[in-house]
């Protein structure tokens, strides 16, 4: 079985892959952002008089020139992975052609739609790697054929609300982000606003990253002003498509714990975080449980680290769960 050291270890390459994910996420969110405001600056430039946007543009019909932007993003969309995605880009190219409202709302719709293909993918890729990791940390005889077969890819089970899986998960949280930044963008043309007004409301620049620590500690009580922007919106997108990721691999990591459990005949497991877990999860660390009650509470919120540590019935009997400073 493992040691603290090997907990240690494992949560911390786990965390640091949630890190890499993260920063690969951002990257894809800040090309998608500035194909997006770069396309919306030039097609309000050429709708605008006396630098004020014309609001009668919203009725026009898109010319030719425009409409082949669209077919250019999704000729790019490639490996499409999930169904959802597939709606979206269907959805947005049926009225585009009718008024250059619709054709906002089409073009924000297949610029999210690319960038949801993309992390789904990577996400998958990532979920992939941590199955691997999962196998290394927990199985020390990799003859075990029939325990490596348990091992098998993750499900994305979710359990905080009623959406079951990681994609259709991202999927909501994109179909959010496609109404929120249209709604934007339409009412700045309605208002007749300024350019530099309308640039403003794109918020061009870098995307923040989801908040991901080196630990856990006060995870899921950190705040950060996130503009009212379209920068914004990408930003709160990350967040939400890591919130995502990390929940549901917490899910499947647990389901897999139960099932070798069930396999080798052990009754017990502790929850551990080596890295200062939050608040949330403190009084629940290093606690002796049943393995059904263990997994069932990790993850204990979304976004949790911690992991449920199976213990041999040798281990349980000579385990003590009250800390040093305590005695």
């Given at each position: 079985?493992?040691?603290?050291?090997?907990?240690?270890?494992?949560?911390?390459?786990?965390?640091?892959r949630?890190?890499?994910?993260?920063?690969?996420?951002?990257?894809?969110?800040?090309?998608?952002?500035?194909?997006?405001?770069?396309?919306?600056?030039k097609?309000?430039?050429?709708?605008?008089?006396?630098?004020?946007?014309?609001?009668?543009?919203?009725?026009?019909?898109?010319?030719?020139?425009?409409?082949?932007?669209?077919?250019?993003?999704?000729?790019?969309?490639?490996?499409?992975?999930?169904?959802?995605?597939?709606?979206?880009?269907?959805g947005?190219?049926?009225?585009?052609?009718?008024?250059?409202?619709?054709?906002?709302?089409?073009?924000?719709?297949?610029?999210?739609?690319?960038?949801?293909?993309?992390?789904?993918?990577?996400?998958?890729?990532?979920?992939?790697?941590?199955?691997?990791?999962?196998?290394?940390?927990?199985?020390?005889?990799?003859?075990?054929?029939?325990?490596?077969?348990?091992?098998?890819?993750?499900?994305?089970?979710?359990?905080?609300?009623?959406?079951?899986?990681?994609?259709?998960?991202?999927?909501?949280?994109?179909?959010?982000?496609?109404?929120?930044?249209?709604?934007?963008?339409?009412?700045?043309?309605?208002?007749?606003?300024?350019?530099?007004?309308?640039?403003?409301?794109?918020?061009?620049?870098?995307?923040?990253?989801?908040?991901?620590?080196?630990?856990?500690?006060?995870?899921?009580?950190?705040?950060?002003?996130?503009?009212?922007?379209?920068?914004?919106?990408y930003?709160?997108?990350?967040?939400?498509?890591?919130?995502?990721?990390?929940?549901?691999?917490?899910?499947?990591?647990?389901?897999?714990?139960r099932?070798?459990?069930k396999?080798?005949?052990?009754?017990?497991?502790?929850?551990?975080?080596?890295?200062?877990?939050?608040?949330?999860?403190?009084?629940?660390?290093?606690?002796?449980?049943?393995?059904?009650?263990?997994?069932?509470?990790?993850?204990?919120?979304?976004?949790?680290?911690?992991?449920?540590?199976?213990?041999?019935?040798?281990?349980?009997?000579?385990?003590?769960?009250?800390?040093?400073?305590?005695?």
């Amino acid at each position: 079985m493992n040691t603290i050291a090997d907990d240690r270890n494992h949560i911390q390459e786990t965390v640091d892959r949630d890190i890499d994910l993260s920063n690969k996420i951002k990257k894809l969110s800040e090309a998608s952002l500035n194909e997006l405001t770069n396309i919306l600056s030039k097609l309000m430039n050429s709708n605008s008089s006396d630098g004020k946007i014309d609001p009668l543009m919203l009725s026009k019909l898109p010319n030719n020139k425009d409409r082949q932007v669209i077919v250019d993003i999704v000729d790019e969309i490639q490996d499409v992975s999930d169904e959802n995605v597939y709606n979206l880009i269907n959805g947005a190219g049926k009225n585009f052609k009718k008024s250059y409202s619709a054709y906002i709302l089409a073009l924000i719709t297949v610029s999210y739609a690319s960038l949801l293909n993309n992390t789904n993918n990577l996400q998958i890729d990532y979920a992939k790697q941590e199955n691997n990791s999962e196998f290394d940390y927990l199985i020390d005889n990799k003859e075990d054929k029939k325990a490596a077969q348990l091992v098998k890819e993750p499900q994305f089970k979710l359990i905080d609300d009623d959406r079951e899986d990681l994609l259709g998960n991202n999927f909501y949280a994109t179909q959010q982000a496609i109404n929120t930044t249209f709604a934007k963008v339409s009412s700045s043309v309605k208002k007749s606003d300024k350019l530099t007004e309308f640039y403003a409301i794109l918020g061009i620049s870098s995307v923040a990253k989801a908040i991901i620590n080196t630990g856990d500690a006060n995870h899921t009580h950190i705040k950060r002003p996130i503009p009212k922007t379209i920068n914004g919106d990408y930003s709160r997108l990350n967040a939400s498509y890591m919130r995502n990721y990390r929940t549901a691999t917490a899910v499947w990591d647990s389901n897999l714990k139960r099932t070798l459990a069930k396999y080798w005949h052990i009754d017990q497991a502790i929850i551990v975080n080596e890295n200062l877990p939050c608040d949330l999860c403190r009084t629940k660390i290093n606690v002796l449980m049943s393995v059904e009650s263990a997994t069932a509470y990790v993850p204990l919120h979304p976004s949790c680290r911690c992991e449920v540590r199976l213990m041999s019935n040798e281990e349980a009997n000579g385990f003590d769960d009250v800390d040093e400073d305590e005695k």
